[in-house]
């Protein structure tokens, strides 16, 4: 079956726009995790998706980053006022039920904010 | 908080020689999920093998085994017979309660034909 998919690839933008990433989590999948992965760095947690829980945004650097899950599958990464730090690469996983199961990760989306 | 470390940020090996990649990590918890994930350029990361803090026994995945020392909190991966298409980023990950795993800043593995 297929697996997660994320979309755009790569995203260029100017400093201060607004930018929206997509996640297609594998079907079925009922958590969802959006990390954040810096050049030369490790991959830090962003924000949490179970079912119908409220999520965890835990990880989220700031309020200029937000995120939706609508109908319990596609996921959107909203990132407001875009400022240079904030180019990485966004990636996305899912999985069947708690994190102790394997997490499945889709390509991610490379951002860079001119 | 949870943290993991790892302390080579690049190794190399001998194609079809064996290498060990560190990994050291902070909990309280007893029961927990340690993971190594393999990431090659196309970016996209893949699970190698997965250790439950329960079990004692060192999990084996064909070429891939960690030594798990639960008391030292240390998770290392030996990689046997190292092949070309082994050449990647590797992390490695923690996991507890709320779900979100906590990983490393990786080691870069190169293979060497």
């Known amino acids: 079956g297929a697996g997660v998919s994320q979309s755009p690839s790569n995203k260029v933008t100017e400093k201060g726009k607004d930018v929206e990433l997509r996640c297609d989590p594998i079907s079925g999948h009922t958590a969802l995790y959006w990390y954040r992965q810096s050049l030369g760095q490790g991959l830090e947690f962003l924000i949490y998706f179970q079912g119908n829980s409220a999520p965890d945004k835990s990880g989220l650097p700031s309020d200029r980053f937000s995120a939706e899950r609508t109908g319990g599958s596609v996921s959107t990464l909203t990132i407001q006022r875009t400022q240079q730090e904030d180019s990485a690469v966004y990636l996305c996983?899912?999985?069947?039920?708690?994190?102790?199961?394997?997490?499945?990760f889709g390509p991610g989306t490379r951002l860079t904010v001119l | 908080a949870q943290t993991v470390t790892q302390s080579q940020p690049e190794m190399s090996v001998q194609e079809a020689e064996t290498v060990t990649l560190s990994c050291t990590y902070d909990?309280?918890?007893?029961?927990?999920?340690l993971f190594w994930y393999k990431q090659p350029p196309s970016r996209q990361m893949i699970l190698v093998i997965r250790?439950?803090?329960?079990?004692?026994q060192n999990a084996t995945e064909n070429r891939f085994s960690v030594n798990f020392q639960k008391a030292a909190k240390s998770f290392s991966l030996k990689i046997s017979d190292s092949q070309l298409g082994d050449a990647a980023m590797y992390f490695c990950a923690y996991n507890f309660g709320n779900e979100k795993l906590t990983f490393g800043t990786g080691t870069r593995l190169t293979i060497i034909p």
């Open positions: 909990t309280s918890e007893s029961d927990y999920y």
């Open positions: 996983a899912s999985s069947t039920t708690s994190g102790r199961n394997e997490q499945f």
């Open positions: 250790q439950e803090a329960y079990k004692q």
